[in-house]
C-alpha cells in the first residue's frame, strides 16, 4: 500500500496521521506475518526512534477501534496483529504458535435472543490444530503411542 493509500485509511477511519501511527500501520501492511506489540515496537523504533512503546500500543488500539487493524488472541500467547484489508478466518498451530490466514466464509449467527442484549457485528473463526509444519511430526508421535499402547 503506498504513503497516501495509507494516509487516506487512516484519516477516512477519523485518526489523525501521526508520523509514529503511520510507521505502525505501514509496518502492517508490509509484514506478511502477525506480529506482536513488541515486534512491531522494535520495527517502528529502529525507523524512528522517537517511539515510546506506550505510543506504540495506544496507536495498536486506536487502529484496532477503528477497524482499520485485527487483533488476534491466543490463550497463553501475546497478542497479534493484522491490517490485511480482506476478510479472513486464523488457524492458530498448537505446538509452534504460528497464525495463518484462512479463506473467508460465513459463519451462521447465533440464534436470536442467545446473545442477550448484546450487539452482533461479525462472526470470526480461530481454527485450532497442527500446521503443516508441525502436522507430520505430531502424527508419527501419535502412530508412536499407538504401537506403544498395544
Known amino acids: 500500500m503506498d504513503p497516501e493509500s495509507i494516509r487516506q485509511s487512516?484519516?477516512?477511519?477519523?485518526?489523525?496521521?501521526?508520523?509514529?501511527?503511520?510507521?505502525?500501520?505501514?509496518?502492517?501492511?508490509?509484514?506478511?506475518?502477525?506480529?506482536?506489540?513488541?515486534?512491531?515496537f522494535e520495527a517502528v523504533n529502529r525507523l524512528d526512534p522517537?517511539?515510546?512503546r506506550a505510543t506504540i500500543y495506544n496507536n495498536l488500539r486506536d487502529l484496532v477501534q477503528a477497524?482499520?487493524?485485527?487483533?488476534?488472541a491466543?490463550?497463553?500467547?501475546?497478542?497479534?496483529?493484522?491490517?490485511?484489508?480482506?476478510?479472513h478466518h486464523h488457524f492458530v498451530c498448537d505446538r509452534c504458535g504460528s497464525i495463518e490466514d484462512v479463506e473467508w466464509y460465513e459463519v451462521p449467527r447465533p440464534a436470536a435472543g442467545s446473545l442477550g442484549k448484546r450487539v452482533l457485528r461479525e462472526c470470526e473463526l480461530?481454527?485450532?490444530?497442527?500446521?503443516t509444519r508441525c502436522a507430520p511430526r505430531g502424527t508419527l508421535s501419535a502412530k508412536r503411542r499407538r504401537r506403544v499402547d498395544t
Open 67 to 72: 477497524g482499520l487493524v485485527r487483533e488476534v
Open 50 to 52: 522517537r517511539s515510546t
Open 126 to 131: 480461530i481454527v485450532r490444530g497442527l500446521c
Open 10 to 40: 487512516l484519516e477516512g477511519s477519523g485518526l489523525r496521521c501521526t508520523p509514529q501511527r503511520y510507521g505502525v500501520m505501514a509496518f502492517l501492511m508490509e509484514h506478511a506475518g502477525h506480529p506482536t506489540a513488541a515486534e512491531i
Open 74 to 87: 491466543v490463550e497463553g500467547r501475546s497478542a497479534r496483529f493484522d491490517a490485511k484489508g480482506m476478510r
